[in-house]
C-alpha cells in the first residue's frame, strides 16, 4: 500500500467505522492492532441498537437517532462492498408493561415520537396477543412496540467492514509505522492509559457478560424485559446480555452474575425455558466520563484525534460517528456535538 493518509488505532466498531468512512472517500488507510479486529467489546455476542426513550429531547439522542436511521444504508453499503453480510435488520422492539401509570406513560411518549422521531419510525401500544408466543411476559398485557431498534451481529459486522476497507485498499495489521494523521480509538485501555497521562479519570471499562442460545426467532423483534436484551439473530441464534460492571478483576471470565442474566431472560421470555446455551462471552466496554462518546482532537497527541467511550451503544453510534470523524479528519470540518467534544470528559 502506499503511504497512508490516516493510520487509526484499534480495530473495535469505532475504529474501523472511522477508518471505513475515510477509505470510501479516497483516503488510503491502515488500521493498527495488536489484538487484531474485534478482540475487544466489539468482538461480543449482543447487538442490540436500540434507541433512548422519545422524551426529553438532547443532542445526544438526536445524534444516536440520526446514527440510527442512517443504519440501514450505512450497513448496506458496507455488504455490497465487502461481499459480507452484517447480520443487520431494523427488526424493532417489545418491551412489556409493568403497571397502569407506566402504560399512560407509555402513550404519552407514543405522542412525543410521533414528533420526534419524524414519521421516520413510531413507539406504539400493542397488546400481547400481537405477538403469540414470543412477547415478554407483561403484567398489563400491553407492550411497547417501537420500529426504530435494530440488530446486527457484532462480529460479522466487524469483518465486513475489515473487507470493506481492505476492498477499497486499506490494511489491517497488528503493528505498523504510523503514516498521516492519526485517530486513536483504543477502547477501555485507551481511556485507562489517556486518564494515567492526564492525571485525572476521564473514563473507565465497565464489564459486560452475555451469551447465546440455540433458538430460531430470526424474524422477531428483540426484546427488552427486566434490565435483559434479548436479540434474535439472523444465524437462528439468540444473544442474551448483559452485566454492568464497575469492579472486576478478569475481564474475560464468565461467573453467576451472567447465570442470573440468563434465568431472568428465560422467565421474561418462556419459550427460551429449554433453549440451550452455546456460548459465553464477557468484556469490557469502554465508557467515557461524560457517558457519550468523547471525539475530536486527542488531549495529548498534537495533530491527532481520538474517537473512544461507545459504551453501551458503540454500534448504534458507529455509523454517524464514522462519517463525522471523517469530516473532521480529511476536510477539517468540525461537527461535533458540544456533549461528545474531548473536553466534556476532562
Not at 440455540?214 to 427488552?224: E, G, V
Request: hydrophobic share 40%.
Amino acid at each position: 500500500m502506499a503511504i497512508a493518509d490516516v493510520t487509526v488505532y484499534g480495530a473495535g466498531v469505532f475504529g474501523l467505522s472511522v477508518a471505513w468512512s475515510c477509505a470510501k472517500r479516497g483516503a488510503k488507510v491502515q488500521v493498527i492492532d495488536p489484538n487484531g479486529p474485534g478482540s475487544g467489546s466489539s468482538g461480543g455476542l449482543v447487538g442490540a441498537l436500540a434507541p433512548h426513550v422519545p422524551e426529553r429531547w438532547n443532542t445526544k439522542k438526536a445524534f444516536q437517532f440520526d446514527s440510527l436511521i442512517m443504519a440501514e444504508s450505512y450497513w448496506a453499503d458496507v455488504e455490497a462492498v465487502s461481499g459480507l453480510s452484517p447480520g443487520y435488520a431494523r427488526s424493532g422492539r417489545l418491551q412489556p408493561i409493568a403497571d397502569d401509570r407506566l402504560l399512560d406513560l407509555a402513550r404519552a411518549r407514543a405522542t412525543e415520537a410521533a414528533t420526534l422521531w419524524q414519521g421516520k419510525a413510531v413507539w406504539q401500544v400493542r397488546p400481547t396477543s400481537d405477538f403469540p408466543d414470543w412477547a415478554p411476559t407483561s403484567p398489563t398485557d400491553f407492550l411497547i412496540h417501537d420500529t426504530l431498534t435494530a440488530r446486527m451481529s457484532p462480529r460479522r459486522a466487524g469483518a465486513a467492514l475489515v473487507a470493506a476497507i481492505k476492498a477499497k485498499g486499506g490494511e489491517i495489521v497488528t503493528d505498523g509505522t504510523p503514516q498521516g494523521t492519526e485517530v486513536w480509538a483504543t477502547g477501555w485501555r485507551g481511556l485507562i492509559d489517556l486518564s494515567d497521562q492526564l492525571g485525572k479519570p476521564v473514563g473507565n471499562g465497565v464489564k459486560g457478560q452475555s451469551a447465546l442460545l440455540d433458538f430460531d426467532a430470526r424474524h422477531m423483534p428483540q426484546l427488552f424485559a427486566d434490565a435483559v436484551h434479548i436479540i434474535p439473530h439472523a444465524d437462528g441464534t439468540v444473544a442474551i446480555g448483559s452485566t454492568s460492571e464497575r469492579e472486576f478483576e478478569d475481564p474475560s471470565s464468565c461467573d453467576a452474575a451472567l447465570e442470573e442474566v440468563i434465568t431472568r431472560a428465560r422467565a421474561a421470555c418462556p419459550v427460551l425455558a429449554d433453549a440451550p446455551v452455546i456460548e459465553r462471552w464477557a468484556g469490557v466496554r469502554p465508557r467515557a466520563k461524560s457517558r457519550a462518546p468523547m471525539l475530536g482532537q486527542h488531549p495529548t497527541r498534537n495533530g491527532a484525534f481520538i474517537a473512544n467511550g461507545g459504551f453501551k451503544i458503540g454500534f448504534g453510534m458507529a455509523p454517524r460517528v464514522g462519517e463525522l470523524m471523517a469530516d473532521l479528519v480529511l476536510d477539517g470540518c468540525d461537527e461535533i456535538p458540544e456533549d461528545f467534544r474531548v473536553e466534556a470528559s476532562l
